[in-house]
């Protein structure tokens, strides 16, 4: 559309700033400009496209379906834009640049010490470490907010590139106290019966418990749902349930015989944390050194996992 070489820049900004806001007035705030300055831009690229960029809920002006390709365009425009200023500075023999990271929660038992040996070859670099679920690392991921992701199991809705860290082992925990804590070579039908201890919707062990109940043709569990690893390791540790864990995260634990490793079939549960990004993300030249960091040295900073008690 011949229209595409007239959009400018402010055009853009409005829209994204509109959008993360919900208001007029809020978007102006976050532009240092006047709310009728907003308003301006926005009729202008509505009239430039000849279609509707926004519509009103009860929550706030939303992107329609124009509007939000518009945007998720502009994300990456954006993105690019940051890139090239990474780029300029290496060109000019400079060593500086920034990179966003997001980690996943169960990462950041091993994820910041790795983002700080490599600091410490890497001064000058500038990193924006941001630590979510799997839900919101994978939405934040999507948007082009971050370089690249330290995750497990890769999204299906977007086209990405990966690359291996190391392994990355769960395994069923219970107190030391429990029944089935000193059995062997049990079968997942040998958990029929006990409470499982969930993560939130969309965390990714909380897809495994729920693949594991189903392989076993045991009911979905419907225990307590809770919203950290933490938060699990000491509810297993009071007796309130069993849970499917990263091993990774239970390593102290299970040395000190605060948690016991469940003996069941099938585990652990062999998967691998791995660096994630985007297909179309281009990495600049910090981001890319933190990425081959990450493939060559991630995995001398994974949690040994003690054997089975």
């Known amino acids: 559309m011949s229209f595409i070489r007239d959009i400018t820049m402010k055009q853009l900004r409005a829209l994204s700033a509109v959008v993360s806001s919900g208001t ?22 509505e009239e430039l496209t000849g279609l509707k960029l926004l519509e009103r809920d009860s929550e706030g002006l939303k992107p329609t379906l124009a509007g939000q390709e518009i945007l998720d365009t502009s994300r990456r425009i954006e993105s690019l834009l940051s890139g090239c200023s990474d780029s300029l500075d290496s060109i000019k023999g400079m060593t500086k640049g920034s990179v966003r990271v997001g980690v996943i929660s169960t990462a950041k038992y091993f994820a910041p010490r790795a983002l700080a040996a490599f600091k410490t070859e890497h001064s000058d670099i500038e990193m924006n470490l941001q630590v979510g679920n799997r839900k919101e690392t994978v939405a934040a991921l999507e948007a082009f907010e971050f370089d690249f992701a330290i995750m497990g199991r890769p999204p299906k809705q977007f086209e990405v590139e990966r690359a291996m860290i190391g392994p990355h082992p769960h395994i069923l925990i219970a107190p030391p106290n429990h029944p089935l ?19 939130e919707e969309g965390s ?25 690893n933490e938060t699990i390791k000491q509810a297993v540790m009071a007796g309130l349930g069993i849970a499917l864990i990263s091993a990774h995260t239970v390593s102290i634990e299970l040395e000190e015989n605060r948690l016991s490793w469940l003996d069941v079939e099938g585990f652990p549960i062999e998967r691998s944390w791995q660096v994630i990004r985007r297909s179309q993300k281009i990495l600049m030249p910090a981001a890319q050194a933190l990425w081959d960091f990450m493939v060559s040295n991630g995995h001398l900073f994974l949690p040994e996992t003690p054997s089975r008690k």
Request: proline residues 6%.
């Open 24 to 45: 007029v007035s809020g978007a102006a705030k976050i532009l240092h400009v006047t709310p009728p300055a907003v308003s301006l831009q926005l009729k202008q690229f």
């Open 181 to 199: 804590a000193d059995k062997s070579n049990l079968r997942p039908e040998d958990l029929d019966g006990e409470a499982f201890l969930l993560r």
């Open 204 to 228: 990714g062990t909380r897809v495994l418990t729920e693949d594991l109940l189903e392989r076993a043709g045991l009911p979905q569990a419907s225990g307590m749902e809770m919203g950290s």
